[in-house]
């Protein structure tokens, strides 16, 4: 089977998702055309080159509908010959894209693709696309539906992480995302995002709150106890699920869940052959990928199962990776992933996460790859495992080994 390398990953900075963010004037076109334009100049690729661009989003919806893939493509500087696909597996969406596009390589489906996704939640709320796992009453009654963040408190009870453990997780992710900008370690990968007159919009992320201590999260209400314990009583749901659990502990708020965040990346992906026909030097080979279906109610535990397959299929231990990039959805993902394989913490999240510079939905897994490459190149490792929670019950994994 043909390799399939990564020879180029890019980013949009990560901004407010709201109307004062500083990418708020862009469309998901808009940006996603910018990302695929810098791909475009920084790697040459004149004519129709690429075989496809698959392009992860979760909201589509409104401006974010239709085939969003293809209307970025028309938006950018690409041959019109090249066609796109836009996908959707909630917050994995911008990895699957990549592993997509990996696969279809490895299967001689094409020489070159261009992976990636974006999501504008500032201009495009989360939810409003209606979702049947939601709304639909037979199949929310069947899966015990519970909101994310219901799901994030039933891990920390279940595996006993306290307000203080997930607290400390997230100050730690500000601190070393403002460690990562401070020592200039996104330089390869983040765009300087310009208006149509050349001015700067955006050039680092600006969700980061570094000054963020012990003290200033514990003051903070924890965000899903309302709906929880009142109206209309989540609680009551899934302890009907786990009957086990005498109560839900209450341990996530704003400054230990993810940001809510505007931004778009994109990964190059090809064969050697297109490598050596452009001129291209490769930087890493995407050795596996995996994703799985989990118990929808607990939801969020999908890293687990994703990288245990993942290891499995690819005949890896988990001593072979070297470094990790987690979703950091909600604090008691990353902390359940760390408990269950007994990783040191210092090797997961190296520069931060999601906690800490947002998560734009649809982009995320794309980001986290990138953001995994760049740091196995500054640390000289070899091999490095990207994961993401997925709503609905799903997990993701991607393992990529430098070359």
Same mark, same amino acid.
């Given at each position: 089977?043909?390799?399939?390398?990564?020879?180029?990953?890019?980013?949009?900075?990560?901004?407010?998702?709201?109307?004062?963010?500083?990418?708020?004037?862009?469309?998901?076109?808009?940006?996603?055309?910018?990302?695929?334009?810098?791909?475009?100049?920084?790697?040459?690729?004149?004519?129709?080159?690429?075989?496809?661009?698959?392009?992860?989003?979760?909201?589509?919806?409104?401006?974010?509908?239709?085939?969003?893939?293809?209307?970025?493509?028309?938006?950018?500087?690409?041959?019109?010959?090249?066609?796109?696909?836009?996908?959707?597996?909630?917050?994995?969406?911008?990895?699957?894209?990549?592993?997509?596009?990996?696969?279809?390589?490895?299967?001689?489906?094409?020489?070159?693709?261009?992976?990636?996704?974006?999501?504008?939640?500032?201009?495009?709320?989360?939810?409003?696309?209606?979702?049947?796992?939601?709304?639909?009453?037979?199949?929310?009654?069947?899966?015990?539906?519970?909101?994310?963040?219901?799901?994030?408190?039933?891990?920390?009870?279940?595996?006993?992480?306290?307000?203080?453990?997930?607290?400390?997780?997230?100050?730690?992710?500000?601190?070393?995302?403002?460690?990562?900008?401070?020592?200039?370690?996104?330089?390869?990968?983040?765009?300087?995002?310009?208006?149509?007159?050349?001015?700067?919009?955006?050039?680092?992320?600006?969700?980061?709150?570094?000054?963020?201590?012990?003290?200033?999260?514990?003051? $903070? %209400? /924890?965000?899903?106890?309302?709906?929880?314990?009142?109206?209309? #009583?989540? *609680?009551?749901?899934? +302890? @009907?699920?786990? &009957?086990?659990?005498?109560?839900?502990?209450?341990?996530?708020?704003?400054?230990?869940?993810?940001?809510?965040?505007?931004?778009?990346?994109?990964?190059?992906?090809?064969?050697?052959?297109?490598?050596?026909?452009?001129? $291209? %030097? /490769?930087?890493?080979?995407?050795?596996?990928?995996?994703?799985? #279906?989990? *118990?929808?109610?607990? +939801? @969020?535990?999908? &890293?687990?199962?994703?990288?245990?397959?993942?290891?499995?299929?690819?005949?890896?231990?988990?001593?072979?990776?070297?470094?990790?990039?987690?979703?950091?959805?909600?604090?008691?993902?990353?902390?359940?992933?760390?408990?269950?394989?007994?990783?040191?913490?210092?090797?997961?999240?190296?520069?931060? #996460?999601?906690?800490?510079?947002?998560?734009?939905?649809?982009?995320?897994?794309?980001?986290?790859?990138?953001?995994?490459?760049?740091?196995?190149?500054?640390?000289?490792?070899?091999?490095?495992?990207?994961?993401?929670?997925?709503?609905?019950?799903?997990?993701?994994?991607?393992?990529?080994?430098?070359?």
């Amino acid at each position: 089977m043909t390799d399939a390398f990564i020879y180029d990953a890019v980013r949009s900075p990560r901004g407010k998702g709201r109307p004062d963010g500083s990418l708020h004037e862009l469309t998901s076109v808009a940006l996603s055309a910018k990302v695929l334009n810098a791909v475009k100049e920084r790697n040459g690729l004149d004519g129709h080159v690429i075989e496809d661009v698959i392009w992860g989003n979760v909201t589509q919806v409104g401006e974010q509908g239709g085939c969003l893939a293809r209307s970025a493509v028309l938006a950018s500087d690409l041959d019109e010959r090249i066609p796109g696909l836009a996908i959707n597996r909630f917050c994995a969406s911008g990895m699957e894209a990549v592993n997509l596009a990996a696969n279809q390589v490895k299967a001689g489906a094409g020489h070159a693709y261009i992976a990636g996704g974006v999501e504008m939640m500032g201009r495009v709320a989360m939810g409003s696309d209606g979702a049947a796992i939601a709304v639909d009453p037979g199949l929310a009654m069947k899966t015990y539906f519970v909101p994310q963040g219901i799901s994030a408190d039933i891990i920390a009870t279940e595996y006993g992480f306290t307000r203080d453990m997930a607290d400390a997780l997230a100050v730690e992710s500000q601190r070393r995302a403002a460690q990562a900008w401070a020592e200039n370690r996104f330089a390869n990968s983040v765009l300087t995002i310009r208006d149509q007159n050349g001015l700067t919009i955006l050039d680092r992320d600006e969700y980061m709150r570094p000054g963020t201590d012990m003290q200033t999260l514990g003051a $903070l %209400k /924890p965000a899903f106890k309302d709906m929880g314990e009142g109206n209309p #009583g989540f *609680d009551k749901v899934a +302890m @009907l699920k786990y &009957p086990h659990l005498e109560r839900i502990d209450h341990i996530h708020h704003a400054g230990n869940s993810s940001g809510i965040v505007d931004g778009a990346a994109a990964v190059l992906i090809g064969d050697a052959e297109f490598g050596r026909a452009h001129g $291209l %030097k /490769p930087r890493a080979r995407i050795r596996a990928t995996a994703k799985i #279906g989990t *118990d929808p109610t607990i +939801m @969020l535990t999908g &890293p687990v199962p994703a990288t245990q397959k993942i290891l499995h299929d690819s005949g890896l231990t988990i001593g072979d990776i070297d470094l990790f990039e987690v979703n950091e959805a909600f604090a008691s993902v990353v902390l359940r992933f760390q408990q269950a394989f007994d990783v040191n913490p210092s090797l997961v999240n190296v520069n931060g #996460g999601s906690i800490a510079m947002g998560h734009p939905l649809g982009a995320t897994g794309a980001i986290i790859i990138g953001t995994l490459l760049d740091e196995l190149e500054r640390q000289d490792k070899a091999m490095g495992l990207a994961t993401l929670c997925i709503a609905s019950g799903m997990g993701a994994a991607t393992i990529i080994e430098r070359v």
